[in-house]
């Protein structure tokens, strides 16, 4: 079999997995997904670094970086086309055009009758504004691709998000406004392969973000079947093989979804539970091929 890493040379990530194939005596390469040419002619339909990736079995998707609109979607275009020629592409195509897109998942969410964090995207300025207002005057303005925290802002003063909300609309952004949900400064990222939860921990934040990126300290933490079933029904609404599922703990009882990574990190996972999640995805392709 063989498998193709597209994503960073040199990513903690990448190597992780690479090395976790390599134990399994699969020699993975690792393949740069900025550096993607497709030919409809003749020759590979599409190579990375000038590698063809028509020649894997398998391929999994360790970033999708940003750029501009038409790099993006010449990247997805990329993925689809794979899938279309019979590869293996994890986690596909269509699971990552959902899941980087934030307003996609929280309406996959909202679909499957999952708790989510009242929400309200707009492009207007004045409509953002009003969302404020409707969402209670207190909420975190996301960017609608993004990850790890960054760009994420809480605004909970009028003035603020009107200068907040001007600058958003020179650079011509979507609004993505949730409303703050009051949690402790502490969340749940659950890691779930195949349909089943490998691992938990709980990341407590030193203010009200709580990404490990942002200096969040982690634990493991052994979920209930409640959470459980809320982490596979979310992976579940959105199509993935695997994924990561954060999920707030309220202060009032109960829990709501507030993401879900199509391309999700483990590493502070992995310190946390001491579980290699690379080896485990590596199992799960290779039994699933089987």
């Given at each position: 079999?063989k498998?193709?890493i597209?994503?960073?040379?040199g990513?903690?990530?990448?190597?992780?997995l690479?090395?976790?194939?390599?134990?399994?005596?699969i020699?993975?390469?690792?393949l740069p997904v900025?550096r993607l040419?497709a030919?409809?002619?003749?020759?590979?339909?599409?190579?990375?670094g000038?590698?063809?990736?028509?020649?894997f079995?398998?391929?999994?998707?360790?970033?999708?970086?940003?750029?501009?609109?038409?790099q993006?979607i010449?990247?997805?275009?990329a993925?689809?086309?794979?899938?279309?020629?019979?590869?293996?592409?994890?986690?596909?195509?269509?699971?990552?055009?959902?899941?980087?897109?934030?307003y996609?998942?929280?309406?996959?969410?909202?679909?499957?009758?999952?708790?989510?964090p009242r929400t309200?995207?707009?492009?207007?300025?004045?409509?953002?504004?009003?969302?404020?207002?409707?969402?209670g005057?207190?909420v975190?303005?996301?960017?609608i691709?993004?990850s790890?925290?960054r760009?994420?802002v809480?605004?909970?003063?009028?003035?603020?998000?009107?200068?907040?909300?001007?600058?958003?609309e020179?650079?011509?952004?979507?609004?993505?406004?949730?409303?703050?949900?009051p949690?402790?400064?502490r969340?749940?990222?659950v890691?779930?392969?195949?349909?089943q939860?490998?691992?938990?921990m709980?990341?407590?934040?030193?203010g009200?973000?709580t990404?490990?990126?942002q200096g969040?300290?982690?634990?493991?933490l052994?979920?209930?079947?409640?959470?459980e079933a809320?982490?596979?029904?979310?992976?579940r609404?959105?199509?993935?093989?695997?994924?990561?599922?954060?999920?707030?703990?309220?202060?009032?009882g109960g829990?709501v979804?507030v993401?879900?990574?199509g391309?999700?990190?483990w590493r502070?996972?992995?310190?946390?539970?001491?579980?290699?999640m690379?080896?485990?995805?590596?199992?799960?392709i290779?039994?699933?091929?089987?």
């Open positions: 079999m498998i193709g597209l994503g960073q040379r990513g903690w990530h990448t190597s992780a690479r090395d976790a194939c390599a134990r399994h005596g020699s993975a390469e690792i900025t040419t030919r409809l002619s003749e020759g590979a339909i599409l190579s990375a000038g590698e063809p990736l028509d020649r079995d398998a391929i999994f998707v360790r970033a999708i970086p940003g750029g501009s609109l038409e993006i010449f990247r997805m275009d993925l689809f086309r794979l899938e279309a020629a019979g590869i293996r592409v994890v986690n596909s195509a269509k699971v990552i055009e959902r899941t980087v897109d934030k996609y998942t929280s309406w996959l969410l909202e679909q499957a009758g999952l708790a989510t309200v995207v707009a492009e207007r300025f004045e409509d953002a504004m009003q969302a404020f207002e409707e969402l005057g207190d975190v303005v996301k960017p691709f993004g790890e925290g760009g994420m809480r605004v909970s003063d009028p003035d603020i998000a009107y200068r907040v909300f001007r600058a958003l020179m650079s011509r952004y979507v609004y993505y406004l949730q409303e703050y949900v949690h402790s400064g969340d749940i990222r890691f779930v392969i195949g349909g939860v490998q691992a938990a709980e990341r407590i934040g030193r009200w973000k990404n490990v990126s969040a300290r982690t634990r493991p052994e979920v209930d079947g409640g959470i809320m982490a596979v029904s979310a992976a609404a959105v199509g993935t093989e695997y994924a990561g599922v954060d999920i707030l703990p309220l202060e009032v829990y979804i993401e879900i990574n391309i999700p990190g502070g996972l992995e310190r946390a539970t001491g579980i290699n690379a080896e485990r995805l590596v199992d799960y290779l039994g699933a091929s089987a």
